[in-house]
């Protein structure tokens, strides 16, 4: 191998592992509030690590030793917080005892009140001092999140409370243990597929095919039965990783409401989470869902659960009895390590829903309009307008010669116009992207900046034909060259473009189908031009033997370009 495609395969190497392995630098501000790795699996039961102090009274500015010990483990999180309000912010700050092991971060507006791990070095110890702020709580504790491995992890595990003198005994303290923040909640299996009876009539359903099977592993599904106070959700769809759906204010990735079922060694489990901009998911240290069920069957994986219409103590977890987008995603999650960005673009309604209100049953689209216009009128503009106007001016010039409409001859007429034709509909798809996304994509590869490039070559080749010079100027023959190569390249790239965008998840082509239609039209478009260009030639050279015609072709099409 050589060299640069050693180095870059030494770069994708270090960039997957850094995708498995979470947070291995233990930069986990993400976590500050909820203590929880976003490592896409649930916390474990009876910890096997403790804390301890070197005393259980403070007075402001006092110096309290805390450790951390236990079997061997890769990361940690330490906090100290107000003991009668274990979800408040992080209290005081740390000062590092080994800096090898251990890194200050910052929680909140309080400086280096979190202590974390620095790599995945394996450590049984980690010592660090803790400096009681001016106005500290009158009890303050200690609490840790111990990651043994990556899906072997306990969250919150409690430490011994130190009090400022003369504080009262409390036995009313909260006590948080690993079962207080898991995951974990009675499970059933399913003995049967979901059906998609009442749906329309007494349950919300929303179906990928429209009005499909559930019982298909082709159909994608996802039902909200309202009883009582409480909503049963049932999904469905073929995934080997994981299915999800989210609650959205909007038709964008970002500040909703996720419930993921995350296919674990052949084993689902479910979990509520948050969509923080277009980053992974973080799941919920708390699960406000009741009465799991799941199955698996021939890659197609099922989940059912419970929650309550309102739930005013979750705070990332909306009112039911709201309007909202609904997105339903699927994807890849790996063996011990997190999930993986849905491989294709999520079903999203087209509006927005009341999943308890009256029922329905609709569908969605894995692809905007916006999006659909956009790739629709670009093929128009560079399969069919321009081919068709390059066509007019090579071949229909010496027809239409003599033949005008308003003041100039035909061909000219119908190719300025096919041209303008063009330049329109490649300006306004050009901004339908923009307007969809908000803004530039970070997400589509080279296909944005290719397009902007064709965008560009557009719009100077009609302001280069306006300023021509006379059919017999000297440097009309110049003109004839450039007009001619900036054109023949604005349309290859528009090619190289529109076959690197129809790979885009937000097209939800059928592949390799729209490939092979693509090379289709292109080999067609290419085939004419060549059939014209023989049928030209013949033309003008009658008599010639077909073996000198083959030898003489690329001259005629080269004195072609000059004229």
């Known amino acids: 191998m050589e060299l640069p495609g050693l180095a870059f395969a030494v770069w994708m190497f270090i960039c997957f592992l850094v995708s498995m392995d979470g947070y291995p630098n233990g930069k986990v501000r993400e976590a500050c509030a909820s203590m929880v790795p976003c490592h896409g699996s649930s916390p474990k039961r009876s910890p096997e690590h403790v804390i301890t102090v070197n005393r259980t009274e403070f007075k402001p500015g006092d110096c309290v030793e805390v450790q951390l010990s236990g079997p061997d483990f890769e990361g940690f999180f330490i906090q100290a917080r107000d003991a009668e309000d274990l979800d408040s912010s992080a209290v005081g700050s740390f000062v590092l005892v080994d800096q090898r092991h251990s890194q200050l971060l910052t929680c909140g507006h309080t400086m280096n009140s979190a202590v974390s791990h620095t790599s995945k070095a394996k450590k049984k110890v980690v010592k660090v001092n803790w400096i009681a702020p001016g106005g500290a709580p009158k009890r303050v504790r200690f609490l840790a999140t111990v990651v043994k491995k990556y899906k072997t992890f306990w969250v919150k595990i409690p430490g011994p409370v130190v009090s400022q003198p003369n504080t009262p005994f409390s036995t009313t303290l909260p006590y948080t243990t690993s079962e207080a923040v898991s995951t974990s909640h009675s499970v059933s299996y399913l003995t049967k597929p979901f059906n998609a009876s009442g749906c329309g009539n007494t349950k919300f359903c929303l179906r990928n095919p429209s009005n499909c099977n ?7 599904f996802l039902s909200f039965h309202q009883e009582r106070r409480s909503v049963l959700i049932e999904m469905s769809g073929s995934s080997e990783g994981y299915l999800a759906f989210a609650l959205s204010y909007d038709q964008w990735m970002g500040d909703d409401d996720a419930y993921l079922c995350i296919n674990e060694d052949h084993h689902v489990s479910v979990s509520t989470a948050y969509l923080k901009g277009r980053s992974r998911p973080v799941l919920d240290s708390k699960n406000a869902l009741e009465d799991v069920s799941w199955r698996l069957v021939d890659g197609v ?5 419970r929650r309550n219409i309102s739930l005013p103590t979750y705070k990332k977890r909306f009112n039911m009895n709201a309007s909202y987008y609904i997105f339903l995603a699927d994807g890849e999650a790996s063996e011990g390590g997190p999930i993986y960005k849905h491989r294709r673009q999520p079903l999203i309604t087209n509006g927005l829903y009341n999943v308890i209100g009256i029922p329905q049953d609709i569908g969605g689209s894995r692809s905007p309009r916006l999006i659909k216009a956009h790739g629709a009128l670009m093929f128009v503009a560079w399969i069919s307008t321009v081919s068709i106007g390059v066509v007019v001016a090579r071949f229909f010039k010496p027809v239409w010669s003599h033949r005008f409409l308003f003041g100039k001859e035909i061909w000219f007429q119908v190719h300025r116009m096919l041209m303008l034709t063009t330049v329109m509909l490649t300006s306004i798809s050009f901004v339908l992207p923009f307007i969809y996304r908000g803004g530039w994509s970070k997400q589509s590869g080279f296909h944005p900046y290719l397009g902007c490039t064709v965008m560009a070559l557009t719009i ?27 054109g023949t390249t604005a349309r290859i790239l528009a090619v190289v473009t529109m076959f690197l965008g129809m790979d885009l998840p937000a097209l939800d082509l059928p592949d390799p189908w729209d490939t092979y239609t693509m090379i289709g039209f292109v080999a067609w478009h290419v085939g004419t031009d060549v059939l014209l260009e023989i049928h030209s030639y013949c033309l003008i050279r009658k008599g010639t033997s077909p073996t000198n015609l083959i030898f003489t072709l690329l001259s005629f099409v080269m004195h072609k370009r000059s004229e």
């Open 214 to 220: 559930p019982e298909s592993a082709s159909c994608f």
């Open 460 to 486: 100077f080749q009609p302001l280069m034909a306006g300023f021509r010079p006379s059919p017999h100027a000297p440097r009309r023959q110049l003109f004839n060259w450039f007009h001619w190569s900036i």
């Open 301 to 305: 994986l099922q989940c059912s659960f």
